[in-house]
C-alpha cells in the first residue's frame, strides 16, 4: 500500500506546454513537498505547503486538503524543465512519504 | 556554497564488507535523515535524527547502523554489506517541520 500515489508516471510534452502533475494520498499530513530531481540523481526542494496555493517563478503548487489532493503546474515549459518530479507528505513529526516521481520530459 | 555534503558519491562494496557514508551540513539543522531509493519505489527512510545525541528508526532500518557525531555530522554504516542494499542513499537535512528539507547528492552504491 502506497500512501502518496502521482499521476501520471510519465509525461512528454512539447517546449511551452502547460504542464499538470498530480499527487493523492491517504493519510492526514501536516504539509506537502514537492521535490525536483534531475538526471544525476540531485534532489531539490520545490515547494512546502500545508494550505492553499504557491507560486515561484514558472511553477505552481496547489493542495486542496479535504480531497487529500496536490498539483504541481509548469507554465511555459522548457526543455530545462525536464526531471523527475516527486511528491511527498508528511504524516507527522520526522517522517516524509514519498511518490515514486513523475517523470518529465520537454521536447524542444 | 551551504549545503548538505555526501562521500563517496560512488561505491562498489563485495558481499560482507563494511563502509561508513558521510553526511555533513552547515546550516545548522537540528534534522538529519537518511533514506534510500530504490527503482520503482519512493524514497524511504532508513534512520533520522532529531537532534544532536539523538538518533531513531525508520521504515527500513535493519542492516544498518548511524552516528549522530555532532550537529553537523550524521554517518550511516553498513556492517556486512548485502546485495540488497544495492541503492542510492540520500542525506537530507532540516531545521524543524515548518521548513523545508534540503538533500545530498546522493552516494550510489553497488553490493555484488
Known amino acids: 500500500k502506497n500512501e502518496v500515489e502521482q499521476s501520471p508516471q510519465n509525461l512528454t510534452a512539447q517546449e511551452g506546454e502547460f504542464i499538470t502533475i498530480n499527487c493523492s494520498y491517504s493519510v492526514g499530513i501536516s504539509a506537502l513537498h514537492w521535490l525536483q530531481q534531475h538526471p544525476g540523481g540531485g534532489i531539490v526542494s520545490l515547494f512546502m505547503?500545508?494550505?492553499g496555493k504557491k507560486k515561484h517563478g514558472r511553477l505552481i503548487a496547489t493542495i486542496n486538503i479535504q480531497e487529500k489532493h496536490s498539483s504541481l503546474h509548469i507554465t511555459a515549459s522548457h526543455p530545462r524543465d525536464s526531471a523527475v518530479y516527486i511528491c511527498?507528505?508528511?504524516?507527522?513529526?520526522?517522517?516524509?512519504?514519498f511518490g515514486t516521481g513523475t517523470r518529465l520530459t520537454v521536447i524542444p | 556554497n551551504a549545503g548538505v555534503t555526501q562521500t563517496p558519491k560512488f561505491q562498489v562494496l563485495k558481499t560482507g564488507q563494511s563502509m561508513t557514508l558521510q553526511c555533513a551540513q552547515d546550516?545548522?539543522?537540528?534534522?538529519m535523515y537518511w533514506y534510500r531509493q530504490d527503482p520503482g519505489m519512493g524514497l524511504r527512510l532508513i534512520y533520522y535524527s532529531a537532534s544532536e545525541g539523538t538518533t531513531d528508526k525508520g521504515e527500513v532500518p535493519n542492516g544498518y547502523n548511524v552516528s549522530r557525531l555532532n550537529k553537523r555530522e550524521f554517518s550511516l554504516r553498513l556492517e556486512s554489506a548485502a546485495p540488497s542494499q544495492t541503492s542510492v542513499y540520500f542525506c537530507?537535512?532540516?531545521?524543524?517541520?515548518?521548513?523545508?528539507?534540503?538533500f545530498g547528492s546522493g552516494t550510489r552504491l553497488t553490493v555484488v
Open positions: 546550516m545548522n539543522h537540528n534534522s
Open positions: 511527498a507528505v508528511r504524516p507527522g513529526a520526522n517522517n516524509l512519504f
Open positions: 505547503l500545508s494550505s
Open positions: 537530507a537535512s532540516s531545521e524543524d517541520r515548518a521548513y523545508g528539507y534540503t
